[in-house]
């Protein structure tokens, strides 16, 4: 195992949230140019998930950042290329396993060698591969273009959400192995292509090894925390411990001590350079933002308690389907649980952190019912019953 530096450099508990918060950009005045495409690229990865509520995840997430961006701009910075129609059309983004499904700048490509070499030697799988099955898609993708899972014979062989069908066993496999590639949704349905025909020659014959995947990932990890834990960096990419340990030393994080943490971490240089200052973005958060979506490290910083409860059965759950953590003054000062009626977006359950956090709801209540559409807010409880009332009143205020 790499022997570690000693800490250098020490940060104070308020420190560490502020770096981190300005690293995933929610201090500071955002690159309003570079757009949805500079949000992805400062984060490294944003994750995908089926849940939609105010709208899926890998919209909330340049909404946060950048307010209310269209909704189709988002779409076509994720997946419309330069130059599309064209010998020279050059995705922005690619589809792959990183903190989970995310979507990815395409010039990581090469760095996620690792994990499609992983693949390929995985001896155990989860859908038994159909004999045949993996060489019919690719000939197919081959002589017909880019085709969903649909298109290549079925996504499922019955109802069930799991019961995948052969072409959709193989089309993932090769997704796995990189043969194929995701570089576009279509009505939230992959299309896969050829790996060849789609990722720019450049980046598709760069194949590093591991330890340079590895050493490029930790400090884009490091650089999108701003601050971390060994745990914070390896979760962002879904990397092993061990991993991590291999190759920190060598990946351009400086060793620091933050206060309360007890345990060491790790900075990216840049952040360190000036003090974080700037506006606060005041938002409803996806439960699947990168700034909130590793439990241990939301409570550390923020001390939050954050868990997603789509998946509790509802007599179990506290703060409801869908909660969004409210961000204010770089705090978390509450929750809401959203729904849509029509053109109300209904807070089905709000949590505040007390009377002081009833403007901030309200103000991110608002600005995203107008991002969606929806033109009244409506409040159905509030834990603290005494809160509904004051909270309605600033809603009404701000919606007059």
């Known amino acids: 195992m790499t022997t570690l530096p000693r800490p250098v450099t020490d940060l104070s508990a308020d420190e560490a949230r502020r770096i981190a918060l300005r690293a995933q950009g929610f201090l ?15 984060l490294g990865a944003v994750q995908l998930d089926t849940i939609s509520v105010l709208a899926r995840s890998h919209e909330l997430i340049p909404y946060a950042r950048l307010g209310a961006v269209g909704r189709g701009v988002v779409e076509d910075a994720y997946w419309k290329p330069t130059s599309p129609g064209t010998a020279a059309a050059r995705p922005h983004a690619f589809e792959y396993w990183s903190h989970a499904a995310c979507i990815l700048p395409v010039e ?13 030697d995985r001896p155990h799988w989860g859908h038994e591969l159909p004999e045949g099955a993996y060489d019919q898609v690719i000939k197919q993708l081959r002589a017909e273009g880019p085709l969903t899972a649909t298109e290549l014979g079925g996504a499922k062989r019955t109802s069930e959400w799991w019961d995948w069908s052969g072409a959709k066993v193989a089309v993932e496999r090769a997704l796995m192995y990189g043969e194929v590639v995701c570089v576009e949704r279509r009505g939230w349905k992959r299309v896969y292509d050829l790996a060849e025909r789609a990722i720019p020659d450049d980046l598709l014959h760069d194949e590093l090894d591991d330890a340079e995947c590895l050493r490029r990932l930790v400090r884009l990890a490091g650089q999108s925390l701003g601050v971390g834990t060994r745990a914070d960096i390896a979760d ?12 920190i030393a060598d990946s351009g994080l400086v060793p620091v001590t933050v206060e309360g943490w007890g345990k060491p971490a790790w900075a990216d240089p840049e952040a360190l350079t000036t003090p974080p200052r700037g506006r606060h973005r005041t938002t409803l958060l996806s439960p699947f933002d990168s700034l909130i979506w590793e439990r241990a490290r939301t409570e550390r910083i923020f001390g939050f308690t954050h868990r997603l409860e789509a998946y509790v059965p509802k007599p179990k759950r506290v703060y409801g389907y869908f909660a969004m953590p409210v961000l204010s003054g770089g705090h978390l000062v509450g929750r809401v649980d959203p729904a849509r009626e029509g053109r109300t977006l209904v807070a089905r359950q709000v949590t505040l952190d007390g009377p002081k956090a009833v403007p901030a709801v309200a103000q991110a209540l608002v600005e995203a019912a107008s991002w969606v559409g929806s033109t009244d807010v409506r409040v159905e409880r509030v834990d603290t019953p005494d809160l509904h009332a004051p909270l309605t009143g600033e809603l009404a205020r701000l919606l007059a």
């Open 108 to 120: 990581e490509w090469p760095h996620f060698a690792f994990r499609r070499r992983a693949y390929r």
């Open 236 to 247: 962002y990419h879904r990397l092993k411990a061990e991993q991590v340990d291999a190759v």
């Open 28 to 42: 500071g005045s955002p690159d309003r140019r570079a757009g949805v495409r500079g949000v992805l690229r400062h």
